[in-house]
């Protein structure tokens, strides 16, 4: 039985009249790069505050490392590296000065050479001296890794960590994650509104809106679901239809609007769709395949 | 970790530019003092001495360094608080401002814990601007106008102190004094956990001090019931011991008064900061 690291069990947070998060739950499991999705406003960030125990739950029950978080509130976070939202840092302090000042809190002792070490690692040497208060948003968020994994800690929660990097920023992220995952057997709780950047890196994700989840699993299993959303667009719509019905593929027709017809189907019945249209005369202008879960996130991303 | 966490605070204010503003205030407006006194302090002394200076004996110059850091000491204590609000009330709501304290309070140590931290440096800041109001008052006074008895005006006359007598006056009054101002320290504190940004604490701080300042001083029967209870009316306290004989009830019940608003102010800061939610 492998080891939950973050249990969250039907979470509620109410700002006064406003349900900011109505019914969240999901379990991460120790390994993990989790992916916690969902479109703006869904309640990503109030889940991971209440996880960090920096706002309290209207009701709902978290427990992490087998531990309830009201309870054992600090054996939980000295195990958590984590950013919420911006990677704020004192103005006034140089970048070594701000991560010593976290590192001095984090329980652990953490040398003068493994800061300049971390330094190094996220690509900021020779700015150590600095202070941030002339630090670009890219070199904060790196500042912000760093400060994560200053104790080695088990668990690392980031909240948008790619939002306002460069691509190669987001490259450099991305492959951060991995070799946090692959070489130093690091936990990952990542929230994002990108499902392909989450689809790239994480193996188990869970999807919330409006407060809710919605679903929650392995990503592969979620996303490769054999059946897809394909939109075909042609320039006799009735014809292809009709085409259609005889193929005895009516039942995969799920909407047509002005020339775009859109088909629930598998991938291998596409070819013989477009070959079958072709055949019969018809212009095929365009075929478009997405995956179901793909389709449904665009559709609550674009509301 | 309570002392890491109280190092870095200290380091905090220490590297905050406007923890400097309070020193270098100081030192402008005591300076200034000392300059005015030097030029035209005797005609602004004999004002007061005139009618008096026949029926008293008395030793070295009436304008000495003592007289001067008594006189500097009663006009700055009113806007100490200012200074002193500039960096304490900026302890809390500007970690929110900043956005740090998302990340101060993800770290495992309670949030009791680091208020105490912020509140102990807090603290020492208030020290440290109050020893070199003393120094600035006391050490540079007596080297620009050398030392003498002290002629003191109490509501019941003018009396004068000798100056072999001054010495624990001064350390106690300042001790006096610094509760008095560890007292605004704790109120701009308690404010700074209401707030999310570093304006209002301070400016609310001041708005009390004011308030209450007028609310003491009007001679309106209904006021005169409460007055007792002002922390501001116990600001003074530590003027009572240049009186002779001391009032020593008098001391007690400002101490008392004093001890009692900053017990209940951090009460209330404790409460409020570890319910708090960190939305910032
Ligand atoms: N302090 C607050 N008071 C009232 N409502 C709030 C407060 N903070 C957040 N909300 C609301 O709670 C909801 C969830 O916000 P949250 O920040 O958790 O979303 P999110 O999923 O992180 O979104 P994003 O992708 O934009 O970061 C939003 O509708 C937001 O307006
Ligand atoms: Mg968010």
């Known amino acids: 039985m492998e080891e939950k690291i973050i249990e969250v069990n039907h979470l509620v947070k109410h700002y006064g009249k406003f349900k900011a998060v109505e019914d969240v739950s999901f379990d991460v499991y120790r390994g993990d790069v989790y992916g916690f999705l969902g479109p703006n406003g869904a309640g990503k960030s109030t889940t991971i505050r209440t996880i960090l125990s920096l706002i309290k739950p209207t009701s709902g029950q978290i427990r992490m490392f087998g531990k309830d978080l009201q309870t054992d509130r600090n054996y939980i976070l000295q195990r958590i590296g984590c950013i919420v939202e911006k990677p704020d840092f004192y103005k006034y302090l140089s970048a070594e000065k701000n991560l010593e000042i976290f590192a001095r809190l984090s329980g652990v002792n953490v040398t003068k050479s493994k800061v300049h070490e971390i330094i190094e690692f996220v690509g900021l040497k020779g700015r150590e001296k600095d202070k941030l208060g002339g630090f670009s948003h890219g070199m904060k968020q790196r500042l912000g890794i760093a400060q994560t994994l200053i104790h080695d800690p088990e668990l690392i929660i980031l909240d948008e960590p790619t939002t306002g990097l460069d691509p190669q920023g987001i490259i450099d992220i991305r492959n951060l994650i991995l070799q946090l995952k692959n070489e130093h057997k690091k936990t990952v709780l990542l929230s994002s509104h990108i499902l392909s950047e989450i689809e790239l890196i994480a193996n188990r994700m869970v999807i919330i809106n409006k407060g809710r989840t919605i679903v929650q699993g392995s990503v592969s299993e979620l996303l490769n679901a054999q059946e897809l959303i394909v939109s075909i667009s042609v320039d006799n719509i009735e014809k292809a239809r009709q085409l259609l019905i005889n193929a005895s593929l009516e039942k995969a027709i799920d909407k047509i609007e002005n020339n775009n017809l859109l088909l629930h189907i598998s991938q291998e019945k596409i070819p013989f769709v477009n070959k079958m249209f072709c055949d019969n005369g018809l212009n095929v202008y365009s075929i478009e395949a997405k995956r179901k879960l793909e389709d449904y996130f665009l559709k609550l991303i674009n509301g | ?280």
Request: glycine share 8%; charged share 10%.
């Open chain 2, 1 to 280: 970790m309570f002392w890491k966490s109280t190092y870095n605070e200290f380091i905090k204010i220490a590297a905050k530019p406007r923890s400097y503003i309070g020193i270098a205030a100081i030192t402008l407006i005591v300076g200034i003092i000392l300059f005015a006194m030097k030029m035209d302090g005797l005609e602004f002394i004999s004002f007061v001495t005139a009618p008096f200076e026949q029926a008293l004996s008395f030793e070295g110059n009436i304008l000495n360094g003592n007289l001067i850091a008594f006189i500097i000491l009663q006009m700055l204590i009113i806007h100490v608080p200012l200074l002193i609000a500039l960096v304490t009330g900026d302890l809390v709501s500007g970690e929110g401002a900043m956005g740090t304290i998302r990340l101060l309070l993800t770290k495992p140590i309670s949030r009791t814990s680091i208020l105490f931290s912020k509140y102990i440096a807090g603290c020492a800041y208030t020290l440290v601007i109050l020893l070199w109001m003393g120094f600035m008052a006391l050490v540079v006074g007596k080297w620009m106008f050398g030392t003498g008895d002290l002629m003191v005006l109490n509501s019941d006359g003018l009396i004068v102190l000798q100056q072999q007598d001054l010495g624990w006056r001064f350390a106690l009054g300042f001790s006096v004094a610094f509760l008095s101002l560890v007292m605004i320290a704790t109120l701009s504190l308690t404010l700074s956990c209401f707030s999310e940004n570093s304006i209002g604490p301070i400016v609310s701080t001041m708005a009390i001090i004011i308030l209450f300042t007028i609310i003491g001083n009007l001679d309106v029967p209904v006021l005169q019931i409460i007055q007792p209870y002002l922390f501001t009316t116990h600001m003074m306290a530590w003027r009572s011991f240049f009186e002779d004989p001391l009032p020593y009830d008098d001391i007690l019940h400002s101490l008392l008064i004093l001890a009692i608003h900053i017990a209940g102010l951090l009460v209330i800061a404790v409460y409020k900061f570890n319910r708090k939610d960190i939305l910032s």
